[in-house]
């Protein structure tokens, strides 16, 4: 068995899509306000309006990325204007992590994991 997609679900498609095709550089060359599918690396993410209203206070997932250089990726993430809730931090185990919250208030984590470790 294999995962097929993470679906965030959300009031407003465009928006959230918009932040994370910036953020993932990838662009799926669409404009649905209702559902977009994005894939990167293989992995689907897709962004979806059920049509029940979201409160936009999601505190039981969060989303992590493994990313080759966190301090590029950190700097893009403070120029989408995102809230940052810790900066690329290093961790005993050798990686570096850090966390932001998307639009809709999802909880994302970036972490590298620096080959001189």
């Given amino acids: 068995?294999?995962?097929?997609?993470?679906?965030?679900?959300?009031?407003?498609?465009?928006?959230?899509?918009?932040?994370?095709?910036?953020?993932?550089?990838i662009d799926n060359g669409s404009?649905?306000?209702?559902?977009?599918?994005?894939?990167?690396?293989?992995?689907?993410?897709?962004?979806?309006?059920?049509?029940?209203?979201?409160?936009n206070q999601n505190q039981n997932i969060c989303l992590a990325f493994t990313v080759d250089d966190i301090e590029r990726e950190y700097k893009k993430v403070l120029a989408l204007g995102a809230e940052v809730i810790e900066e690329p931090t290093k961790?005993?185990?050798?990686?570096?992590?850090?966390?932001?919250y998307d639009p809709d208030n999802n909880m994302i984590f970036f972490r590298s994991f620096p080959t001189d470790h």
């Fill in 1 to 25: 068995m294999k995962l097929g997609e993470v679906s965030l679900l959300t009031n407003d498609v465009l928006k959230l899509s918009a932040f994370y095709k910036q953020l993932l550089e």
């Fill in 31 to 55: 404009d649905d306000e209702i559902h977009q599918f994005l894939i990167t690396e293989g992995t689907a993410l897709t962004i979806y309006n059920d049509g029940s209203i979201k409160n």
């Fill in 91 to 100: 961790r005993p185990w050798g990686a570096i992590n850090m966390s932001f």
